[in-house]
């Protein structure tokens, strides 16, 4: 784990902060980059009791068994990956909270078929909300993200967001939407998500 004080975020660079407004005004679309998230992979099986419990006791969340699905409380989110994959997430934490996490877990999976996986330091959370989020995540992702479909907060989904591997997390039916990429293409998504939402009006705020 990298030191605390050596921590950067992967759009420092961007100085968003000095862009960010308090409000959206009449934006479509608003856009943050959240702190250096907490994600913890999980790999286990889910037909396995004792498995689930232990996650239930560390977690406090129910592990979300349907496929795109993903489970919520007090700021942490488990997320559906695949049928023995989870990533769990907490977009604003303190710097030893995934550390701390991945121990918890470690330690109540101990002899179990499971195996517990530091991820956050790779990871960039960009959240994207507004009336037209939905809008401008279609321009450049195959799923289908109607209502109808994609049926509000509580699902998740891993694709591509332009040329950019992403997990998809919708957060809110406002709506909005957590999209966790690869520092490596944080950057990138970052500026096509910005262009992509001038149409709309797009305003950066603060997380």
Known sequence: MIEPYLRQSALDHLAL?????????EAGVTLCEKT????V?????????AFVEAVRQVLGLALPTLPNTATRAEGLALLWLGPDEWLAVQPAAAPD?????ASKLREALGGLHAAVT?????????????????GVITKGCPLDLHPRV????????????????VTLHQVSDAPAFDLYVRRSFADYLWCWLEDAAREYGVAIVRP
Request: aromatic fraction near 2%; glycine fraction near 16%; charge should be negative.
């Open 41 to 49: 992979n999980l790999r286990g099986d889910s037909g396995d009791g």
């Open 118 to 134: 530091e991820v956050g330091e790779s990871l960039c959370c960009i959240a994207v909300a507004g009336p037209q989020a939905r």
């Open 150 to 165: 994609f049926g509000g907060s509580g699902h998740c989904a891993q694709s591509h967001l332009a040329k950019a591997a």
């Open 97 to 101: 909270a995934e550390a701390l996490l």
């Open 36 to 39: 250096l998230p907490v994600a």
């Open 17 to 25: 902060a000095g862009r960010a407004k308090d409000a959206a005004g």
